[in-house]
């Protein structure tokens, strides 16, 4: 089996994505094929409640409150449908209906914080602003097409001019949280040993002990192809910059020219050398975009901190 201990390269073409298939509705907007048209109704099994509730909510049923802010039923099912839509243009099928209803909910719930933060600091996105961003779209895609798109994608004019306005709002909300992400940070080089079981492991320390060559060894053993043919060498990376947080921890905790006993995860056995530490080391372009990423996502995170949030109908689990 083969084996990546790095985390997979996020793209970010916006700070925070706005609405859970937001990303993918701004790239269909202006990409060379429209959303097909599709039934507004979402799944009936996506719209019952925690207690029983009916299909088709009432529109003006309320069914969530962020600090008193209601959310109504109407703008939820619009989105449900809006996710579907994009499911049925990309010829997928979702496996938890329930499940993507909930975590629509939740991202309303968030949409709502964001525009409460935003309130709160003064921040403001004008018509101008948003007419600017609606102008490219239209430019780049034509004006039948941008409109075409937005009657397939169940928007109004002023409900897509809102989605606009919300994701301008939360790139100012954010900006000053993306420039404070460090671009060096303290960062390690080790190399890596995975092998399936504790007794290979031990054979191969052994063998270590007594003098073996550490990238030869890793060539024989090691179960990671991305490393094995470079001696294990798992290059340099910061804290948070491997998906193992066992070989991580134990890299950062040896000296260099240390070797670690054997160490076990849920992706194996290894055997760990640190072989140079760095306390201030750039990182490269796909490590910050990681580090940014998990800096707007805290961010998003701790606006729920103190809010009074009730689901008041809850998507069936």
């Not at 240390?258 to 530490?277: C, D, M, P, R």
Request: hydrophobic share 40%; glycine share 8%; net charge negative.
């Amino acid at each position: 089996m083969a084996y990546s201990l790095r985390n997979s390269r996020h793209r970010l073409n916006w700070p925070i994505t706005i609405g859970l298939m937001g990303g993918i509705l701004l790239t269909a907007c202006v990409g060379s094929v429209a959303t097909p048209a599709y039934d507004f109704t979402p799944s009936a099994e996506t719209t019952g409640g925690g207690q029983g509730g009916p299909a088709q909510l009432p529109a003006e049923e309320v069914i969530a409150t962020v600090n008193g802010q209601p959310i109504l039923a109407d703008a939820f099912q619009r989105e449900l449908a809006r996710f579907e839509a994009v499911q049925v243009a990309l010829g997928l099928q979702v496996a938890d209906p329930n499940g993507y209803a909930q975590q629509i909910l939740d991202q309303m719930i968030e949409q709502e914080l964001i525009r409460q933060q935003a309130g709160a600091q003064g921040v403001t996105v004008s018509d101008a602003e948003v007419d600017q961003v609606i102008s490219s779209m239209t430019a780049e895609g034509g004006p039948d097409y941008f409109n075409s798109w937005l009657n397939t994608s169940y928007y109004t004019l002023d409900e897509f001019r809102e989605v606009i306005r919300l994701q301008l709002l939360t790139n100012k909300l954010t900006e000053p949280i993306v420039a404070g992400v460090p671009t060096s940070v303290e960062q390690v080089h080790a190399r890596h040993i995975l092998v399936n079981t504790q007794t290979q492991a031990e054979e191969a320390l052994a063998r270590l002990n007594a003098g073996e060559d550490f990238a030869a060894l890793a060539a024989e053993y090691s179960t990671d192809i991305t490393t094995r043919q470079n001696g294990g060498d798992l290059s340099w990376f910061p804290r948070g910059g491997l998906l193992v947080p066992e070989v991580e921890e134990t890299a950062f905790s040896l000296q260099p020219g240390q070797t670690s006993g054997v160490i076990q995860s849920a992706w194996g056995f290894h055997i760990i050398q640190t072989l140079e530490f760095d306390p201030a080391r750039p990182v490269d372009d796909e490590t910050h975009q990681r580090m940014v990423k998990k800096a707007i996502d805290d961010w998003a995170q701790n606006l729920r901190v103190g809010a009074d949030i009730q689901k008041l109908i809850v998507p069936a689990s």
